[in-house]
């Protein structure tokens, strides 16, 4: 028999600095390529943003780098018709993946451990950004009760079939939601290395020292050590060998590929915020990006452009809804560049953990739900109207 055991809510400290002149009702506005970034790719939703002209260019680029899985993909958990591409006019729904693969994993191994569920207003004025927290618990046909970022790995199969992830990573999604999504996307958290590189670097904003759980001072430079889980198996290690763990200076400064990608990966920091930090710096990461790149004219330079296009595609699969090419989706989505963005932020940023058997899990609350439930509706103005306290004022 399972055994149940409540865990606590605890509510991670804020991270972030107030801001001098700032009303706390202040909701931030950003252009939507800038926060999408993360799942479609950077330079992919960047250009569709900003330069229509320029994505025309590089059609054929765009065309062979990003590769499509079929529609069947957005059925429904009910098996339902996947939508055809009438359903982006109105209100829709898009399933954004973030996986972060390493060096000699199995391909059948990897969790989707960042989910976006992006909801587009039926006017197309606002979009809204909502984290589905990666260790709330799911059934998944045929593979039993599992943690949620476990339904993409469960789809995979033995070779590491990323349409079969996505497919059940969808299903999975869409019950525990009841969502039904016209688009999803799967990105390579590691993807960004290359585009990141192609950039020369990226500013980042570190808010305390951070301890790195994969990155170690050897021969004094920094070097990526694999199978390192969490914080004090990465303790145990530093004193078992002697490498100092490599910190994450407090600061903003220019930061190279592997250095802002390990510092986005951290969820073991000094204020406790666990996932809910991580994934504000990844956000951060994805701003950071766009910047850069908006900054060096890259959006003037058509052999920069393909460059990134390529290797943004290369660590992306693009499900989209029958009969709508890859071309068509992005300039589907040329009217939202400047939509009102509204970030999320699940149970309000509570840890809402539990045990089973001593495995954790964390659970949607009601108000959760009922977000989820706003969606479907197209009433999440209402919902937010209802629970200010769970709109992310630091998005």
């Known amino acids: 028999m399972e055994r149940t055991t409540p865990v606590s809510k605890r509510r991670p400290r804020a991270s972030g600095r107030s801001t001098p002149g700032r009303s706390a009702a202040a909701r931030p506005k ?10 479609f790719g950077a330079v992919l939703m960047m ?54 693969t390493r060096p000699g994993q199995k ?24 984290s589905v927290p990666r260790d ?47 688009a999803a996307a799967v990105i390579d958290f590691n993807g960004f290395n290359k585009i990141i590189t192609a950039l020369g670097s990226v500013r980042m904003c570190v808010d305390d020292d951070t301890k790195s759980i994969h990155h170690y001072v050897v021969n004094g430079k920094p070097k990526y050590i694999g199978g390192i889980a969490d914080n004090k198996e990465a303790d145990r290690y530093a004193g078992r060998t002697g490498n100092q763990r490599f910190v994450h200076k407090k600061g903003c400064r220019n930061m190279r590929a592997w250095e802002a990608l390990d510092f986005a990966r951290q969820r073991y920091l000094p204020d406790g915020s666990t996932d809910y930090g991580r994934q504000r710096h990844q956000q951060q990461l994805i701003q950071a990006i766009v910047a850069k790149a908006t900054s060096a004219g890259v959006l003037t330079d058509i052999g920069k452009v393909n460059n990134l296009i390529r290797a943004a595609g290369e660590s992306m699969l693009l499900s989209l809804p029958q009969g709508m090419e890859v071309i068509d989706f992005f300039f589907a989505l040329q009217d939202l560049a400047a939509a009102d963005l509204v970030s999320l ?34 009433k999440l103005g209402e919902f937010i109207a209802l629970y200010p306290n769970f709109v992310n004022r630091k998005a």
Request: without cysteine; glycine residues 12%.
């Open 107 to 130: 391909a059948d191994d990897a969790r989707s451990d960042t989910i976006i569920i992006v909801h587009v207003s039926g006017t197309h004025q606002e979009a809204y950004l909502m």
């Open 30 to 39: 950003a252009p939507l390529w800038s926060k999408l970034v993360l799942t």
């Open 47 to 100: 250009i569709a943003g900003t330069s229509i002209v320029m994505l025309r260019s590089v059609v054929g680029t765009l065309e062979d780098a990003v590769d499509l899985a079929g529609a069947d993909v957005l059925a429904g958990p009910s098996g339902q018709a996947a939508p055809d591409a009438k359903a982006l006019k109105g209100a829709f729904d898009v399933l954004l993946l973030g996986i972060d």
């Open 345 to 378: 932020k699940t149970n309000a940023g509570w840890y809402n953990g539990y045990e089973i058997n001593g495995e954790s899990f964390e659970d949607l609350n009601e108000e959760s739900k009922l977000m989820f439930k706003a969606a479907t509706l197209d």
């Open 136 to 182: 709330v618990r799911v059934e998944i046909p045929g593979k039993g009760h599992r943690k949620i970022n476990g339904a993409f790995q469960a789809g995979l199969g033995p070779q590491g079939d990323w349409k079969g992830g996505l497919k059940t990573a969808t299903q999975a999604i869409g019950k525990l939601t009841g969502i039904t999504f016209e």
